[in-house]
């Protein structure tokens, strides 16, 4: 095990509440679906450059945080976003040794089936049209990945967090 200590994990907790404040921002209803899913994608940043201190149960605190806030049915982004670390738990190996342009595509696939479970569930819970509009998130979110995982890294080698 890696010891990062106290600023590492302070690092780790602000940014993914910084996440979490970015993804229930209030917005205009016309830019919603232009808003990438902040939390998902710190949440993949996370498990891929530390996967020994986050995974599974922060996804899930960090859901049941968000159902809190938003007032979704409680555990439906607990669950998204469990599944989401579970899945970057499977292949943060692969996706450490990939390039920056490879890393994105997988981000906006993992981001992408996060989506169409989350899009799913609405359907269970009530009356909710899917378009494929709900994948944008993804996309931009698969775009800002190379910028976010290279300010991040920046950010963890100046403060001396490895």
Do not use: K
Not at 143 to 150: H, I, V
Request: proline fraction near 4%; hydrophobic fraction near 60%; aromatic fraction near 12%.
């Amino acid at each position: 095990m890696v010891a990062i200590g106290l600023r590492g994990t302070l690092l780790i907790w602000l940014s993914l509440l910084l996440a979490l404040c970015l993804q229930v921002m209030p917005l205009a209803d016309v830019w919603l679906i232009w808003r990438p899913d902040w939390l998902g994608l710190m949440l993949i940043y996370w498990c891929v450059v530390m996967p020994q201190r986050v995974g599974v149960l922060h996804g899930f605190v960090l859901g049941l945080l968000l159902d809190l806030i938003e007032g979704t049915p409680l555990g439906q982004n607990a669950l998204t976003l469990s599944l989401l670390a579970f899945l970057c738990a499977l292949v943060y190996q692969r996706l450490r040794a990939y390039s920056l342009l490879q890393q994105a595509i997988l981000v906006f696939m993992l981001l992408g089936i996060v989506q169409l479970i989350e899009q799913w569930l609405r359907t269970i819970v009530g009356p909710f049209s899917i378009h494929l509009a709900f994948l944008l998130p993804s996309l931009i979110g698969g775009l800002l990945w190379p910028w976010l995982f290279t300010l991040f890294q920046v950010l963890r080698r100046r403060l001396g967090i490895f």
